[in-house]
């Protein structure tokens, strides 16, 4: 099956700084990669949609200046957390599929802990 | 706006016992449904996907079923492992656009 990888799979950062997680497709082209956020013992909640060559889509109350997301290439997308604090603390999962409403697979997720 | 329930939010039984999740959505237009397991700390692993033509899919231990109309899903496993033990997670993805609404998941522990 399609492997998604997703790196670092955790990050300790102190309150301020960038965090930059990588998502990459590696043995298909993503139209479009996904990003989530998880908190702990709940289900995912869709930050943002991005394809390549284009802008991300930011879900409601996302603020796109703090999560700046780049879809670079058809197998590349990073999300950047920008001057992070400790509510950014999270579980961030990348998804991506061939087509749209296809398949998603999964990156396997990166532990922020903000300081 | 799209929602997906997960009924029961967690189940424990014992190895061997055949077992069904549960997963709900409120609009019936969708595209496909997917299922997903999700071990602690863990990204996602896709299980089974059902498109909205189909009625169930199956993959070994596992059969997904879809009833469109009544907006329900069920992922049935059999002959249930201690090795299940995980999150399931179904997603609905609906015809209007490229994107995935969760279910909060069925926490499922299979005691040896």
Known sequence: GAVV????SRVICKSGTSVKIECRSLDFQATTMF?????PKQSLMLMATSNEGSKATYEQGVEKDKFLINHASLTLSTLTVTSAHPEDSSFYICSANQGIREKLFFGS??????? | KQEVTQIP??????????LVLNCSFTDS????LQWFRQDPGKGLTSLLLIQSSQREQTSGRLNASLDKSSGRSTLYIAASQPGDSATYLCAVAPYNFNKFYFGSGTKLNVKP
């Not at chain 1, 990888?5 to 670092?8: F, T």
């Not at chain 1, 990003?35 to 908190?39: D, H, M």
């Not at chain 1, 997720?109 to 300081?115: F, K, R, Y």
């Open chain 2, 9 to 18: 939010a967690a189940l424990s039984v014992p190895e061997g016992e055949n």
């Open chain 2, 29 to 32: 237009a969708i595209y496909n």
């Open chain 1, 109 to 115: 997720g990166t532990q922020l802990s903000v300081l």
């Open chain 1, 5 to 8: 990888s997703q790196h670092p």
């Open chain 1, 35 to 39: 990003w989530y956020r998880q908190f």
